[in-house]
């Protein structure tokens, strides 16, 4: 399984931006995708994490309400929604895979079986 993340940039404070995950393989809707985080100097952090349906999600408090975590199957996809960007969502974002049919439980516990290069988010105050 292989992730690759895109749709960083530069956004000021109050913006917007869609972060996107492709998978390659043909078991996509087997995996629980999540996102990470990591800023200059902390250790890398959850971000948001979607089940193999998509029916059930799950957020950090620190992103909840402005963070929309999504996926298409169709597409192999997984989106991150961000909206209302602060300064603090400054960060390396990540994509991952848990463990083929694992639950999404287990990127909320750090348990991941496969991780994406990261995309580069800025949000300037």
């Known amino acids: 399984v292989q992730l690759q993340a895109s749709g960083g940039g530069l956004v000021r404070a109050g913006g917007s931006l869609r972060l996107s995950c492709v998978v390659s393989?043909?078991?996509?809707?087997?995996?629980?995708i999540g996102w990470f985080r990591q800023a200059p100097g902390k250790e890398r952090e959850f971000v948001a994490a979607?089940?193999?349906?998509?029916?059930?999600?799950y957020y950090a408090d620190s992103v909840q309400g402005r963070f929309t975590i999504s996926r298409d199957n169709a597409k192999n996809t997984v989106y991150l929604q961000m909206n209302s960007l602060k300064p603090e969502d400054t960060a390396v974002y990540y994509c991952?895979?848990?463990?083929?049919?694992?639950?999404?439980?287990?990127?909320?516990?750090?348990?991941?079986?496969?991780w994406g290069q990261g995309t580069q988010v800025t949000v300037s105050s």
């Open positions: 393989g043909r078991t996509f809707s087997s995996y629980a």
């Open positions: 991952a895979a848990a463990v083929i049919d694992r639950s999404w439980y287990d990127l909320l516990q750090g348990l991941v079986g496969y």
């Open positions: 979607i089940s193999w349906s998509g029916g059930t999600t």
